[in-house]
């Protein structure tokens, strides 16, 4: 399959460029900036048509995972380019899509699951799932992430493609032994000492393996889904609990806590938001289920384990 990523230079993108050309897929990765990869990289600004589009016509698949990273402060002008990156190149997406002589047969769009509301009752799925936006007493920020995800959903709907088969990828975390990802900052906190629960610890932990992600994606290639599709583990879990299995599979049973305001303070320092680890995402991927799809890690105390065991392979000495 020929298999192009807008996008697809970060953590997850390199995640699926990795595993499909490691299957023999022919992988293009589209990309403000150039440079040596194990697939192709074609240049593009992420939102105007230009000489990138070519690469569409008689692809088979198309992932666009293109936006501006969110892990920064949300002043003004990030704001503006967190919303505009996602908004604007998911348009130019759509219109290269629509133009196409001989367009892709899939479209796999990426939203986020943090569209659903910070609850704890209940468990959100596509169909029951409740989007947020009108919690009450939650921080401008988290209305601020809501809004995005609205606004980058839009705007794949608004894109006329009735030749290709749209799906609208609402990601939980994924989980990867990759440095600099999410999984590698929570096991610095253990390795530290510190990883005990974050605020309360009530509040609950949606996720994904790597493997598993990496697999759902396939199983949205071949199976007549479309529309939202959560992608997430069938179990999330509490803070407290997953930071307690995390501390497990790395062999250490005491972790300090972080209070509320302690993560306030350290996101600053950090420039970065509370929001991705205080907000309740409690989503479960029925559509997935319901298809057939079966997760080889459903349980955190599992992922947790292989993760760990994959990061110390991939670690120098000094690192462990």
Not at 162 to 172: C, D, H, K, W
Request: aromatic share 10%; hydrophobic share 40%; net charge neutral.
């Amino acid at each position: 399959m020929k298999i192009v990523i807008p996008g697809g230079s970060g953590q997850v993108g390199t995640v699926l460029a990795r595993a499909f050309v490691a299957d023999g897929h022919e992988v293009v990765v589209l990309s403000r900036k150039t440079g040596p990869a194990p697939w192709r990289i074609v240049e593009w600004d992420g939102e105007s048509l230009g000489r990138w589009v070519t690469e569409f016509d008689g692809a088979d698949v198309v992932i666009n995972l293109a936006g501006r990273s969110v892990n920064c402060r949300y002043g003004a002008r990030n704001r503006r380019e967190i919303k505009e990156s996602r908004v604007k190149s998911t348009r130019a997406v759509g219109q290269a899509i629509a133009e196409a002589a001989d367009p892709p047969r899939v479209w796999l769009q990426a939203s986020t699951a943090t569209i659903y509301a910070h609850r704890y009752d209940a468990p959100n799925d596509e169909a029951t799932g409740i989007l947020g936006g009108d919690e009450p007493k939650v921080p401008d920020t988290w209305r601020f992430s809501i809004d995005v995800a609205k606004s980058w959903e839009q705007a794949a709907l608004e894109a006329l493609t009735p030749r290709t088969r749209f799906v609208l990828l609402r990601s939980a975390i994924t989980m990867s032994p990759d440095r600099g990802g999410a999984f590698d900052y929570l096991l610095r906190l253990v390795r530290w000492g510190m990883g005990g629960k974050h605020g309360d610890g009530r509040q609950f932990v949606s996720w994904i393996h790597d493997r598993d992600f990496v697999r759902a994606i396939y199983w949205l290639f071949d199976h007549d889904l479309a529309g939202p599709v959560n992608l997430a583990s069938p179990n999330p879990l509490s803070n407290i609990e997953f930071m307690r299995e995390l501390r497990n599979a790395w062999g250490r049973r005491i972790g300090l806590p972080t209070t509320e305001w302690m993560l306030e303070v350290g996101t600053f320092l950090m420039r970065s938001e509370s929001e991705l680890v205080l907000k309740s995402r409690r989503v479960i991927p029925s559509r997935l289920l319901a298809s057939g799809f079966e997760f080889e890690f459903s349980s955190w105390a599992e992922a947790a384990q292989d993760l760990c065991d994959r990061w110390k392979g991939t670690q120098r000495p000094d690192q462990s």
